[in-house]
Nanobody, 119 residues
Framework: QVQLQESGPGLVKPSQTLSLTCTVS??????????WKWIRQSPDKGLEWMGA???????YYSPYLKSRTSISRDTSKNHFTLQLSSVTPEDTAVYYC???????????WGKGTQTTVSS
């Protein structure tokens, strides 16, 4: 059974870059057909799909966040990362890493990590 665990600083200052890592166990991030996603949730915006990285390393981003978002991976460590630049307090949310088949699949979720943007 695949398990995902998010990790990050918890607190980021405005204008800085938020960096989160999702460590995966029970499956390889290069598994065919499985895509690895970042989704965030805030009281104001609800659930928001941010982007994904596919089994070959191709990346996909929300058009609303594309200019500030980068997703990468380290296959030797079986983890993938999210970087969100120029953050503002509106980026305060619980960030989840998720996986499932193709871009739509959301079968397995991490527990989420609260990230607050504040000076």
């Amino acid at each position: 059974q695949v398990q995902l665990q998010e990790s990050g600083p918890g607190l980021v200052k405005p204008s800085q870059t938020l960096s989160l890592t999702c460590t995966v166990s029970g499956a390889s991030i290069t598994t065919n057909f499985y895509y690895w996603k970042w989704i965030r949730q805030s009281p104001d915006k609800g659930l928001e799909w941010m982007g994904a990285i596919g089994p070959s390393g191709s990346t996909y981003y929300s058009p609303y966040l594309k200019s500030r978002t980068s997703i990468s991976r380290d296959t030797s460590k079986n983890h993938f990362t999210l970087q969100l630049s120029s953050v503002t307090p509106e980026d305060t949310a619980v960030y989840y890493c998720v996986t499932g088949q193709y871009l739509r699949g959301m079968d397995s979720w991490g527990k989420g990590t609260q990230t607050t943007v504040s000076s």
